[in-house]
Nanobody, 124 residues
Framework: QVSVVETGGGSVQAGGSLRLSCAASGYQSRAYCVAWFRQAAGKERKSIGGIYVLGDSKAYYDVSVKGRFAISLDQADDTVYLELNGLSPEDSGVYYC????????????????WGQGRQVTVST
């Protein structure tokens, strides 16, 4: 049974930064992907990026966040972090971590297990 737990997020003023973390348990090996998605109010859930835990720790990003957001992996415990920098009100929403066995894909339908979601609110 896979469990995905997120922490972090919160409220910040425009231009600020926040960090979220994602810890997955229950996998038999490190051959799984941890991906991040976000969902603004009234809109569909969209990909931010992800990282393959067994890989070279190189993350992929959606073009909309590349250069502002950073995904990293702590090899000691396989916790994945999402750093949000240069935030604007348009970045507000619920941020989700999702995992799947195997490689990463930028579509929600590929993921079996999801965290509970963390609210990020950016004010002007």
């Amino acid at each position: 049974q896979v469990s995905v737990v997120e922490t972090g997020g919160g409220s910040v003023q425009a231009g600020g930064s926040l960090r979220l973390s994602c810890a997955a348990s229950g996998y038999q090996s490190r051959a799984y992907c941890v991906a991040w998605f976000r969902q603004a109010a009234g809109k569909e859930r969209k990909s931010i990026g992800g990282i393959y835990v067994l890989g070279d720790s190189k993350a992929y990003y959606d073009v909309s966040v590349k250069g502002r957001f950073a995904i990293s992996l702590d090899q000691a415990d396989d916790t994945v972090y999402l750093e949000l920098n240069g935030l604007s009100p348009e970045d507000s929403g619920v941020y989700y971590c999702a995992t799947r066995t195997g490689g990463c894909y930028p579509t929600t339908s590929q993921y079996n297990d999801w965290g509970q979601g963390r609210q990020v609110t950016v004010s002007t």
